[in-house]
């Protein structure tokens, strides 16, 4: 296996996502860039361009027409992913830290804002036009997670309308996008949670922490699965087809001038999903692995880095031969 | 009854009935406020014994003399202060004294005076006074001439047992154990080949700074604020405690009889006759104590030298102990080394050895000779069970040149079974260093060597006891160019011969091979200098160090090589036996690596080169005998591939060609700190502890060839330890024989390990097929749990 090397941003990496299809891969980074790329190649097929701070988080809708975008400029902008013009921009009084189209029809858009600047985190759904110029400038629904839940770091949409959030303390939330009212949240994690993926079919999550952990949780925030490395995780993906889990991760950005490569163990690792053994791991990166990405058909992976690289790694005819277990896929 | 306690006064007491009132009542306390203390009055007399026996004409003569040498002292006696018991025993029932005075001194303080510094006071040639207080010779007049224990030391505590000391021995499958100490835990742990440790115990809290082993794996040793605590048996019980106030550091005696422990804290004093301390008011202010043991009596306790005091700069372990555990002995201000006996903990012959400027010294590792008569029994048996079985002539001759051979190969002890070497560096220009090896209890230097310009040096005894080798520390005469030398004995040799060998380099770690005739030493090309500091050269860089592996041969007679036709077959057959010298020879040099320790196998052949701490924790594995082997199966298929061939007169042979020296694996145990073998010598255990590095803190098990067979992380990881094992109760002959028959004994392992492995696999499969159950359990229930939301979606 050989990665395609992206040299993408000047600063750390900070998402990374493929489209529904898997052709093009969507990159946004700290250096306010915002790019797609060819997902086979690597190649740079085109810019996002407008925004004025860290890009935090992106999004694309299942038919690739449109991108949302999460800046620290304070604003969340909707684009038109052939083109990169801006169709809308919602803009906000504190950075935008996640945005998610809601799965399936994405008529709707899930913004969060980070605490900052003395705003509280705050949630908010936008309805989504076909026509831009239709988009009401009022939202559908606002709420403030409580306070005691600390800020959330990463939102996703749940099936049925229903919103999951990672916080600072560690506590994973799910509320009712529509009347934003709370319906669980626990404290699973004993760090940041990092990284807040889920699986195909919507049964179940990955949750990452800086506590060294990740964790399947169901849709009742029971902890199905634990995986544990010896570095803080920013990043955790479930492949489509195989049971398998690929985290990423490594010693802290602060400390890394301080580690050497080897040390800092910015590798991806692979757990068989169901057993929890790790399998495989895979070097190359010389910073922390800040975002993984599985491509839709499970043929491919991406990270993203500190250093601002992003290797694609298309798998190799071995890796889907390979059984850990004769139950395997 | 306690005193004044009227609750328990019987209710019918009659208060006008004294008598019954004084039988009820206590009063020990009134008696004990009024009591009258006991006058001494006789507490200036002394009895003086040894005095010289005279009439009545010379006892006021005797008198002055007395008066006048006690004054000396500073000792007054009263006016009329002698009584002198006289007898008629002389001639002719002339009054003669007795030999002994009675003494009236001035005051209590004088007779103490006396007592303390005219105790075995030479009076003349023939005098010698003994003092003892008047009270004591009554004293010690009653004691009784039979010795009756149970009334002087009590009736014995019960038997109390102990469990047996080597429990972990009865092992099955004959693993090692590990102690290990993590976070603040003490764990116990088998060490397992192809699965995780297993725990046997795990305490919290069970030692407040660290743990040791003692030498032969019997006890583990933790250390305490108020003292050591010995532990052992298959439950690891509490054994002893050794109280010793901020004790920092504990060692062994050789055979484990005997413990030596140190505080920086001095010995606080305690009163005479007070016991709820081990020591006595003469240990008050030492640093070191030496135990018994099994008893966790304190036999001796050390001061310290008033310079170690005040440079708080103690050597550890300070007293050094002979094989045999019958001395020990330590270096007193680099001007002596000073010998006690054990368990007398006496000095040796009542004076020390004066060494002026000596700064090392150690002890010779000794093994005895087999006995003369288990000798002669086995070579009983031999003969008996040779007879029946090999009747012919032919067997006969073929067994009695084994035995020779056997003999030639046996290692005789030539030097006396207690031997110390030692240094003395160069003073001057003109006293070259002194290497030497001196046998006691005669103090006779039995070999001795001056090397120029010898300014320090290390004493390295080959564990079994064959060789010394003193690195030593040398300047040429101008003291500017600096180089090392490896001065070499071999002690099994008559007159024990030595070489030399020279390093321009700086080495960096030195050891024995333990059973063979081989060292490692790791050289530096890098030099200190304004840039580097000698921590750092010794720690090395990498690409800067290199490996050498050294054999020193001893001297013998080469047989002429016989020789198959060729050129050179006339000239051959001309040379005669041949003396070899001996010596130390190069056997394999590796440069330009990242090591900078050496570790031998404990059972030889293998050794493992390690890049520790600073050099990121490269391990490279090394068989030192690998040549042998390829010859020998060359040999076994048939000689065919051992070719030989003449070329200009001499000889190669194409088994030459395979290398002696055979690097295994060159791997990596990432930022590794400390390397152990097993006391077996199968495994070796590298750590990361938490002192030199911060994360990654665990352990990496690996075999002999390198293989990594388990890795085990433990977060802030100080300690991990293999358990010693004591030497083995097998005979030479019966280690010969099963090392001969390896295979048939081996075979039984083999099928224990592979019926474990398919065991392993059964419950593993088992494990997994639960886990897939469980996962495609939840998964169905999940995706109902949406369907039915759907649904109810879909109706509304």
New interface residues.
């Given amino acids: 296996m050989r990665p395609i090397v992206v040299v993408a941003h000047t600063r750390p990496v900070t998402r990374v996502k493929y489209n529904r299809d898997g052709d093009l891969l969507f990159t946004a980074g700290k250096d306010s860039g915002f790019k797609v790329v060819s997902s086979a190649t690597g190649e740079m097929l085109g810019t996002y361009d407008g925004h004025g701070g860290v890009v935090w988080d992106i999004d694309i809708n299942p038919d690739t027409t449109r991108c949302i975008s999460a800046s620290a400029d304070s604003t969340a902008r909707l684009w038109e992913a052939s083109s990169g013009k801006v169709l809308h921009t919602w803009t906000s009084i504190a950075p935008v830290r996640s945005v998610a189209f809601n799965p399936g029809t994405a008529d709707k858009a899930l913004i969060v804002t980070d605490k900052k600047m003395g705003q509280p985190c705050t949630a908010i759904i936008v309805s989504i036009k076909d026509n831009p110029a239709d988009i009401p400038e009022e939202p559908i629904n606002i709420f403030l997670p409580d306070p005691e839940l600390t800020p959330a770091l990463i939102a996703r949409w749940g099936p049925d309308q229903t919103i999951y959030m990672g916080h600072e303390n560690g506590t994973i939330s799910c509320w009712d996008a529509m009347s934003g009212e709370r319906i669980a949240s626990k404290k699973i994690f004993g760090g940041f949670v990092t990284d807040l993926q889920f699986a195909e079919d919507m049964t179940h999550f990955i949750a990452s922490s800086k506590d060294c952990s990740a964790k399947i949780l169901d849709l009742k925030l029971h902890t199905i699965k634990t995986y544990t490395i010896e570095r803080p995780i920013n990043s955790a993906a479930m492949c489509p087809h195989k049971e398998h889990v690929i985290v990423g991760g490594g010693q802290d950005a602060a400390n890394v001038t301080t580690t050497g490569a080897k040390a800092g163990k910015f590798e991806s690792r692979f757990f068989h999903k169901i057993l929890g053994q790790e399998f495989m791991r895979v070097r190359g990166h010389f910073s922390p692995i800040n975002t993984v990405a599985v491509h839709p058909d499970g043929t491919s992976y991406t990270t993203g880095a500190e250093e601002g690289n992003l290797r694609i790694h298309h798998l190799d005819p071995d890796y889907f031969k390979f059984k850990l277990d004769p139950r395997d896929p | 009854m306690a005193p004044a306690d009227f609750d328990h006064l019987p209710l019918d007491l009659d208060l006008a009935d004294d008598a019954a009132l004084d039988a009820a009542l206590d009063y020990s306390d009134l008696e004990a406020q009024f009591a009258v203390p006991e006058v001494d009055h006789f507490e200036t007399v002394l009895v003086v014994d040894g005095v010289p026996v005279v009439d009545e004409a010379k006892r006021d003569k005797l008198f002055s003399v007395i008066r006048k040498q006690f004054a000396k002292e500073g000792v007054r006696i009263k006016e009329h202060g002698f009584d002198m018991p006289m007898a008629a025993t002389g001639k002719g029932g002339k009054l003669m004294s007795k030999g002994y005075v009675f003494i009236d001194f001035e005051t209590p303080a004088d007779a103490d005076l006396a007592l303390k510094n005219l105790q075995l006071f030479k009076f003349d040639k023939a005098h010698t006074f003994f003092l003892n207080r008047f009270k004591d010779v009554e004293k010690y007049a009653a004691v009784p001439d039979e010795w009756d224990e149970l009334a002087a030391v009590g009736p014995l505590p019960p038997f109390k047992e102990q469990g047996f000391f080597r429990d972990w021995l009865l092992d099955q499958a004959a693993r090692d154990q590990i102690a290990v100490f993590n976070k603040n835990t003490v764990s116990l742990l088998w060490s397992n080949k192809d699965k995780a440790p297993e725990v046997v115990h795990e305490r919290e809290g069970w030692t407040e700074g660290y743990v040791a082993w003692s030498p032969k794996g019997s006890f583990l040793a933790s250390v305490h604020r108020m003292g050591i605590g010995l532990w052992g048996n298959a439950a690891m019980d509490r054994l002893t405690r050794f109280h010793h106030p901020g004790v920092r550091f504990l060692d062994f005696s050789p055979l484990e009889t005997y413990l030596v422990t140190f505080s920086p804290e001095p010995l606080p004093q305690v009163a005479a006759g007070d016991t709820s301390k081990p020591w006595g008011p003469e240990s008050a202010g030492h640093h070191v104590c030496i135990w018994h043991v099994r008893t966790g009596r304190l036999l001796r306790s050390f001061a310290l030298t008033a310079e170690e005091i005040a440079t708080k700069n103690v050597p550890w372990p300070l007293f050094k102990w002979s094989w045999d555990e019958k001395y020990f002995a330590r270096i007193v201000a680099n001007a002596k080394i000073t010998v006690y006996e054990a368990p007398a903990m006496a000095l040796l012959d009542k004076k020390s050895i004066n060494l002026p400027g000596v700064t090392e010294f150690d002890w010779m590792p000794y093994t005895p000779d087999e006995d003369e008569e288990t000798a002669a029994k086995k070579k009983a048996e031999e003969a008996a069970s040779s007879t029946p079985n090999t009747p012919t002539k032919g067997g006969k001759g073929k067994g009695g040149k084994k035995g020779a051979a056997g003999a030639a190969n046996e290692k005789r002890n030539l030097t006396p079974a207690h031997v110390l070497a030692y240094f003395v560096p160069q003073t001057g220009t003109d006293n070259p260093a002194q290497l030497a090896l001196m046998s006691l209890p005669t103090r006779q230097i039995i070999r001795q060597k001056q090397v120029f310009f010898g300014l320090g040096a290390k004493i390295h005894f080959h564990p079994a006891g064959d060789y010394v080798l003193f690195k030593v520390d040398r300047t040429n005469r101008s003291g500017k160019a600096s180089f090392v030398s490896l001065e070499v004995f071999r002690l099994r040799e008559k007159d024990f011969p030595a070489d030399s060998v020279e390093f321009k380099e700086i080495i960096t770690a030195f050891a024995w091979e333990p059973t063979g005739n081989r060292f490692a030493v790791v050289t530096t090309t890098d030099t200190p200098n304004a840039d580097i500091d000698i921590k750092t050269v010794l720690a090395g860089a990498p690409g800067k160090m290199t490996a050498h592996i050294y054999e020193v041969e001893a001297a013998h007679t080469e047989a002429p090589v016989a020789k198959r036709g060729g050129a050179g077959a006339a000239a051959a057959a001309v040379a005669a036996a041949k003396t070899v010298p001996g010596g130390v020879q190069l056997v394999k040099s590796f440069d330009r690596r990242a090591v900078n320790s050496v570790f031998w196998s404990p059972k030889g052949r293998y050794v493992v080169f390690a890049g520790l701490r600073n050099l ?1 924790g490269v391990l490279e594995f090394f068989d030192v005998d690998a040549g042998l082997d390829a010859a020998k199966d060359a040999a076994a298929a048939g000689g065919a591939k051992v070719t030989t061939t003449v070329v200009n007169g001499t000889e190669v042979t194409a088994s030459k060609s395979v290398e002696r020296v055979a690097q295994l694996a060159n791997t990596e145990h ?2 590794a700190t400390d390397l152990a073998w097993d006391p077996t010598g199968r495994y070796v255990l590298s750590t990361v502890s938490m002192w030199a590095k911060g ?2 803190n665990g352990m990496y098990l690996w075999d002999v060839r390198g293989t990594l067979l388990n890795k085990s ?1 433990r977060e802030a990881l100080k300690q991990a330890l293999w358990r010693p094992r004591p030497p083995t109760l097998l005979s030479k002959a019966k280690l010969k024989h099963i090392r001969k028959n390896i295979k048939s004994y081996a075979r039984e392992f083999e099928i224990a390990d592979a019926a474990e492995s398919s065991e392993l696999g059964a419950a593993e499969v088992e494990r ?2 639960g ?2 159950n469980d ?1 495609i359990k ?2 169905s229930q ?2 109902l ?2 369907e039915a ?2 649904e109810v ?1 879909t109706v509304m």
């Fill in positions: 990121q990432h930022g994360a990654d992380p997994r097929r886990l897939f996962w939840f998964r999940a995706l749990a949406i939301v759907e979606e």
